[in-house]
C-alpha cells in the first residue's frame, strides 16, 4: 500500500492496483496504490479510510481483460460482481443472502472480479456469459467504498482479450493504458 498526495473531503481518491497502471497520473488528485487482488485492495482502502481520511468519492482506476471480441476502449463499468465466489452456493448452505452484485452506474458493462488472471479461453468463454470484463480489483474496492458510505465508480481501460495471449498482451498494452486512464481523469475529474 502506498498513498501519494493528500486526501481531502473536496476530492476524489484514485484508487489503483500497480505502479504500471498509475504511471501517468499527474499528482493532481491523491492515489492509493493497493497491490494486485481482491485482498490487497480492500485492505489498503479499508486501512486508509479508517485512519479517518475520507475523500469525497472513491474512483478505482485500472486495467481490465475484455470477455466479448471487439470490446476496447475505456468504460465506467454500471455491475461488478466477484466471479470466484460461489454465491448461489453459499447461500444455500447458510440461508442468508451473499454478497451479490454491485449496481454503480446505468448503462456500463459488467465487470467480473476475482483473484485470478484469465489467461485461458475457456476460462474466457465461461465468464462471458455473465460479465463483459474481468479484473482483479473493483468488486473489493467497490465494497468498502459502499460500506464506508462513499461514492464509488470504477473506470476500467481494455489492456487484453482475456483467454490465451493474456499475459503478453497485458505487458504490452499497460502504458498505454495508464496514459488513457491519466486522460480519462484529468478530463472526467479536474
Excluded at 484508487?15 to 504511471?23: I, K, N, S
Excluded at 452484485?101 to 476475482?114: E, H, K, R, Y
Excluded at 470504477?154 to 498482451?169: I, N, P, Q, W, Y
Aim: glycine residues 12%.
Amino acid at each position: 500500500m502506498r498513498l501519494t498526495g493528500t486526501v481531502t473531503p473536496d476530492r476524489p481518491l484514485l484508487v489503483v492496483a500497480l505502479p504500471e497502471e498509475a504511471a501517468h497520473l499527474d499528482g493532481g488528485l491523491p492515489v492509493l496504490l493497493t497491490g494486485m487482488g481482491k485482498l490487497n485492495a480492500a485492505a489498503a482502502l479499508a486501512t486508509l479510510l479508517a485512519g479517518g481520511r475520507r475523500p469525497s468519492a472513491v474512483v478505482n482506476l485500472g486495467t481490465a481483460g475484455a470477455l466479448r471480441p471487439g470490446l476496447a476502449g475505456t468504460h465506467e463499468v454500471g455491475r461488478v460482481l466477484q466471479h470466484d465466489l460461489d454465491t448461489p452456493l453459499l447461500e444455500q448452505l447458510t440461508g442468508r443472502t451473499m454478497d451479490g452484485p454491485i449496481d454503480l452506474s446505468a448503462g456500463g458493462p459488467v465487470l467480473a472480479t476475482g483473484d485470478r488472471f484469465v489467461s485461458a479461453d475457456a476460462d474466457r468463454d465461461l465468464l462471458a456469459r455473465s460479465a463483459d470484463l474481468v479484473d482483479m480489483e473493483g468488486y473489493a474496492v467497490a465494497t468498502v467504498a459502499r460500506r464506508a458510505q462513499l461514492p464509488v465508480r470504477l473506470v476500467k481501460h481494455v489492456s487484453d482479450e482475456a483467454g490465451d495471449g493474456a499475459v503478453r498482451s497485458w505487458r504490452e498494452s499497460v502504458d498505454d493504458c495508464a496514459r488513457l486512464l491519466a486522460d480519462w481523469a484529468r478530463t472526467h475529474l479536474g
